[in-house]
Nanobody, 122 residues
Framework: QVQLVESGGGSVQSGGSLRLSCAAS?????MGWFRQAPGKEREGVAR???????TYADSVKGRFTISQDKAKNTLYLEMNSLKPEDTAMYYC???????????????????RGQGTQVTVSS
């Protein structure tokens, strides 16, 4: 199983920006981000496939951008115009090639890293 290590979280004011990174220990067919705030359900944020196709949650479209550096097996999430409701623990996620294809177009990836906290104050 591919190991994932996130970094880049922190505290910002509303309207600010953060860039999250996720280093993977090996090749992955698809990778993504999800988040979970205390007392709330997990929410898929964005996903990118090895061919570069992306999927975003409606709540972050136009504000967040997911990208990858294949040579470094690293995933990024550029977050702009942050809002207090974006406050959550953010997890990098991946899955098997089979599952990635099975859930194509969705944000339902199962294997995650330890997470990095993002806090947006008003």
């Amino acid at each position: 199983q591919v190991q994932l290590v996130e970094s880049g979280g922190g505290s910002v004011q509303s309207g600010g920006s953060l860039r999250l990174s996720c280093a993977a220990s090996g090749y992955t067919y698809c990778m993504g981000w999800f988040r979970q705030a205390p007392g709330k359900e997990r929410e898929g944020v964005a996903r990118i496939n090895s061919d570069g196709t992306t999927t975003y949650a409606d709540s972050v479209k136009g504000r967040f951008t997911i990208s990858q550096d294949k040579a470094k097996n690293t995933l990024y999430l550029e977050m702009n115009s942050l809002k207090p409701e974006d406050t959550a623990m953010y997890y990098c996620a991946t899955d098997t090639s089979f599952w990635c294809r099975l859930v194509a177009g969705t944000l339902a990836l199962r294997n995650r890293g330890q997470g990095t906290q993002v806090t947006v104050s008003s």
